[in-house]
């Protein structure tokens, strides 16, 4: 089993419409989450980090629930220039390392 | 400020041979990171270094060197490239400090 899992999609989103997907992390001794963004055929860049009492930066919001084990990523008014795959991120105790999930492409159609 | 460059941007090689991949930053990053991206297999970590002269396993390390003699540049070596080592090669920094890893834009390389 992938230490990080996310559905890889395409979730296919009408312009304007609300968007919400999850990632389950399996090591419990996982510190710290985050959504990372990434273009078709370019570098990932960190989106937003997740905290447990859930963050929000514009219209985006980061939930982490560790009971249950799952990050999950709200995206609102969703614009065309959201479109793209975003990957869920774990850090573990030691804090080296990222683990990433497989992606969760969205796209955004008018 | 460059960020995270890396070299050559792509490549292709025949089975057997060897090649460097080169990455390069210029924010005085003590952590470097060296992965991989495969469709549906996500981004894997090969190897990583906490800072010059040291190196560590990541992942998927098998068929792969690494070298950080200099704090900013981190080397990826290829001895013997196989078909199964076509990839998109990325590589990564961060400060001790902090949450953010940086990347370059990526090494595609093919092996046939």
């Known amino acids: 089993r992938k230490e990080v899992e996310q559905d890889p999609g395409p979730f296919n989103v009408p312009e304007g419409a609300t968007v919400a997907f999850n990632c389950t992390y399996s090591?419990?001794?996982?510190?710290?989450f985050f959504w990372y963004r990434q273009d078709c055929r370019k570098e990932p860049k960190l989106l937003m980090s997740?905290?447990?009492s859930g963050n929000e930066d514009g219209r985006f919001t980061a939930q982490l629930n560790r009971a249950s084990q799952y990050i999950s990523l709200l995206i609102r008014d969703s614009k065309l220039s959201d479109s793209a795959t975003y990957l869920c991120?774990?850090?573990?105790?030691?804090?080296?390392?990222?683990?990433f999930g497989g992606g969760t492409r969205v796209l955004v159609k008018p | 400020n460059a960020g995270v460059t890396q070299t050559p941007k792509f490549r292709v090689l025949k089975t057997g041979q060897s090649m460097t991949l080169l990455c390069a930053q210029d924010?005085?990053?003590?952590?470097m990171y060296w992965y991989r991206q495969d469709p549906g297999m996500g981004l894997r970590l090969i190897h990583y270094?906490?800072?010059?002269?040291?190196?560590a396993k990541g992942e998927v390390p098998d068929g792969y060197n690494v070298s950080r003699l200099k704090k900013q540049n981190f080397l990826l070596g290829l001895e013997s490239a196989a078909p199964s080592q076509t990839s998109v090669y990325f590589c990564?920094?961060?400060?001790?400090?902090?949450?953010?890893?940086?990347f370059g834009p990526g090494t595609r390389l093919t092996v046939l």
């Open positions: 990564a920094s961060r400060d001790w400090k902090d949450n953010e890893q940086f």
């Open positions: 090591n419990s001794a996982s510190q710290s």
């Open positions: 997740v905290y447990s």
């Open positions: 991120v774990g850090r573990g105790a030691a804090g080296n390392k990222l683990t």
């Open positions: 924010m005085n990053h003590e952590y």
């Open positions: 270094s906490v800072g010059e002269g040291t190196t």
